[in-house]
């Protein structure tokens, strides 16, 4: 029951740019005149851009050309909301428990299904506290399914079960739970309840804590 590793999520674990899809997703469903509320964004959460548009659209059914523009149109307005994005915006607590992992030995990855993450990361300052980055660019099928997450452990050399993906998004928990992951679930039980450990945010949360939480001191 060794854990080597930690695989985090990016939006709404460390920085809240999970406000910043909603608020661009917002925009285009208003322009476009299709109902779309806090609540209906609950089901976005983690799940990739163009997925993100189809749970919007709710069946509604468009030519692949103004698919292809509302997508851009809302990273358009997604880049805008980002560009001010600075260390500042870290999450409480996060680059904390990043910096304390990485100092007991153990490895960091993200695992992000954003295609902006790395542009998010550079501006937070925090790239160089993760040995491996996946992102919207790595793989082909994006949360629910676990690949995002393999690909992340196959980068750092590891195993999924010696990984523990930190998560707030019901897709990414469920996610790591298909590729065999440990979890750590940020947020309502409601939405991250399936997840090994559950928290309400990472503020305050030591390496100590989550390894205790997860099952016992770390034996390596
Ligand atoms: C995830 C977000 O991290 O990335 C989703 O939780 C977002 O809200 C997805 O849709 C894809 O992001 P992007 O930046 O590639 O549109
Ligand atoms: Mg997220």
């Known amino acids: 029951m060794t854990i080597r590793a930690f695989i985090f999520d990016l939006d709404g674990v460390i920085t809240d740019t999970a406000e910043y899809h909603y608020r661009g997703w917002k925009r285009l469903a208003d322009e476009e005149g299709l109902p779309f509320t806090r609540e209906d964004n609950e089901q976005l959460r983690g799940v990739s851009r163009r997925e993100s548009?189809?749970?919007i659209l709710k069946g509604r059914v468009y030519p692949e050309d103004k698919i292809q523009e509302m997508m851009e149109r809302k990273n358009s307005y997604y880049l805008d909301f980002i560009k001010e994005i600075s260390?500042?915006?870290?999450?409480?607590?996060?680059k904390e428990l990043l910096e304390e992992i990485r100092v007991a030995g153990l490895k960091t990855a993200l695992g992000s299904a954003s295609k902006n993450a790395g542009g998010v990361i550079?501006?937070?300052g925090i790239q160089s506290?993760?040995?491996a980055v996946s992102d919207g660019h790595s793989v082909e099928r994006q949360k629910p399914a676990p690949d995002l997450f393999l690909h992340a452990a196959a980068q750092l050399g590891l195993p999924p079960p010696e990984c523990v993906v930190v998560e707030d998004?019901?897709?990414g928990i469920e996610a790591a739970r298909a590729g065999g992951f440990r979890s750590i679930g940020l947020g309502p039980r409601e939405r991250v309840g399936s997840a090994d450990v559950v928290l309400p945010s990472l503020a305050g949360v030591r390496l100590s804590d989550l390894l205790e939480a997860l099952g016992g001191a770390n034996r390596s």
């Open 53 to 55: 548009l189809m749970l």
């Open 87 to 94: 260390p500042r915006d870290l999450l409480p607590g996060a």
């Open 129 to 131: 506290l993760f040995d």
């Open 169 to 171: 998004a019901a897709a």
């Open 122 to 124: 550079d501006r937070l």
